[in-house]
């Protein structure tokens, strides 16, 4: 599979200051929304091919 990707310095990031203050409280996820993070992570590489070109990988 190829994909293009936009690289982190070329993309809009929030601000943490202007964040509410019970942010942090309201992205609690639940056990098992960590664990088919962990899941897809321990699935998934991305590798460098070029300067621009990415190429990623999902081992299942």
Do not use: G
Request: hydrophobic share 35%.
């Amino acid at each position: 599979m190829h994909k293009t990707i936009t690289h982190l310095n070329k993309t809009d990031l929030i601000n943490s200051t202007n964040l509410p203050k019970n942010f942090s409280q309201k992205m609690q996820p639940s056990e098992t929304t960590i664990n088919n993070i962990l899941r897809f992570a321990a699935n998934y590489r991305v590798q460098k091919i070029s300067q621009n070109e990415f190429v990623e990988i999902t081992l299942s």
